[in-house]
Every structure is written in structure tokens, then in C-alpha cells.
């Protein structure tokens, strides 16, 4: 079972941050999860939420922002012992991932299949040289069916946060995905079973107990995505 920081180590450090991710690369932790959104000029950041407010403070839409306006955003606002972290760029993101032996890349959901097509061709750009250790996921079908479209090299993964069972699985293998994503509380002995015997990898989120991680990795699921890392570590190292 491999230990993947949840946007970096999101309980640990400041989330989807620059920072954030040296944090678990000084580790030693070399599995990782994150958010990728596309911005109005094209550009790939690195950010969970639409909007600023959450973890800056600011109430400001993302989408209304280029590249070259994101410096007035603190990402580590609510982190009093930490430096100011930028919304970091996809690519800036990456330079410090280049030794990480798994990327959970998760697309999150656009409006219009050509929202999806468009950023699906910058994302496969900017991940070349990644294509063994990345795995795009997403919970938007668009976001695959675009990937499938382009006959995308990278392994896939889809995300499950509705209480759909062994449909997801079907589902999963009819898009030629790889992964499922089970949201921890629908991550069953019974469906992670049937999800391994489908030949699937099975990542689960947000584990942040060690009781409940001890259970999973007995299950013998392939990634726990966690807030803290550095807790899992000491424990399942």
C-alpha cells in the first residue's frame, strides 16, 4: 500500500502548494494527489476550489484570473508558521515531482466537452516525461471521454463519491480506466474485494485513522490518500 499525500499533505501543510509538496517530498513519500484547473489564458494551476476564499481569504473567482494575476493570493493564509505559497502553475508543481514514483492528477469537472478537450490536450502536453508514474483521474466523464478521444497514453482513473457499488465498476472498465478512487466511505471489504477482482488498482480517500488505513492495507488496496502523511509514514513505513 503506497501512502499518497492528499493535495500534498493537506493536514501538514498548506494545500496545493509548492511548499506543501517539498514538505512530503523531504519526507521521503514519493506518492502524491492534486487538483488541476485550467485557466481563462489556458494556463494549468495547481487548486482544489474555484474560488480563492477558502484558502486565501479572498473571495475571488479563479476562472476570472490569468496566470499573471495570482500573486495577491496567499494559499497558506491560515497558516501562521508558514511563508506565503502561491497558486502554483502545473508545471512549477512538476519540477518538484520528478523523482515521485505516483501522481494522482485530478481534473476537476469543466463545463462543456470543449472545456474538456482543451484541457486534456495542455494537460498531456505538460506531463510528458510522466507517462509511468502519472494517473489522470477525475469524477467528469467529459474529462475521460476526452482522453479516450485523443488516445491518451497516461493510465486513468475514475472517481467515485456516489453510492453506486459494482456499477462503478462497470462503469470504470467501459471509459478503459485502470483505478477507481473510492471515497473512504464507500471503500466496503466487499466492494474493494470486487474492485481487485475486476484487475482494477483502488486507490481510497480521505484515510486519516490508522485503524481504518490498517484495515484497507489488509484489504491489499494500492494508494491511501491521506491529510497526513507524515502520520502515515511512521506507522506503514
Not at 51 to 78: K, M, V, W
Not at 86 to 102: G, K
Not at 166 to 193: H, V
Amino acid at each position: 500500500m503506497q501512502i499518497i499525500g492528499h493535495r500534498g499533505a493537506r493536514g501538514e501543510a498548506p494545500e496545493n502548494t509548492l511548499g506543501g509538496f517539498q514538505y512530503i517530498h523531504d519526507l521521503g513519500i514519493r506518492g502524491v494527489e492534486f487538483d488541476v484547473r485550467q485557466l481563462k489564458d489556458g494556463e494549468l494551476v495547481v487548486m482544489h476550489d474555484d474560488n480563492f476564499l477558502r484558502t486565501t481569504g479572498i473571495d475571488q473567482n479563479l476562472y476570472d484570473c490569468t496566470s499573471t494575476e495570482l500573486e495577491p493570493y496567499n494559499q497558506a493564509h491560515i497558516w501562521m508558521d508558514w511563508d506565503r505559497q502561491i497558486t502554483p502553475t502545473l508545471r512549477q508543481s512538476l519540477h518538484i515531482m520528478r523523482d515521485f514514483n505516483h501522481l494522482e492528477v485530478e481534473v476537476k469537472a469543466v463545463e462543456t466537452m470543449a472545456d474538456a478537450e482543451k484541457l486534456v490536450l495542455a494537460l498531456e502536453q505538460q506531463l510528458k516525461g510522466f507517462e509511468n508514474t502519472a494517473v489522470i483521474t477525475s469524477f467528469d466523464l467529459k474529462i475521460h471521454q476526452a482522453l479516450q478521444q485523443i488516445e491518451s497514453k497516461f493510465k486513468r482513473g475514475l472517481l467515485i463519491e456516489e453510492d453506486i457499488q459494482e456499477k462503478a465498476i462497470e462503469q470504470t472498465l467501459q471509459l478503459g480506466c485502470g483505478r477507481i478512487g473510492w471515497m473512504n466511505r464507500l471503500a466496503s471489504d466487499q466492494i474493494i474485494q470486487a474492485t481487485l477482482q475486476a484487475q482494477l488498482a483502488v486507490s481510497v480517500w480521505t484515510v486519516n485513522d490508522l485503524k481504518r488505513a490498517k484495515q484497507l492495507r489488509d484489504l491489499g488496496i494500492d494508494g491511501l490518500i491521506t491529510d497526513f502523511p507524515k502520520l502515515m509514514l511512521q506507522h506503514f513505513s
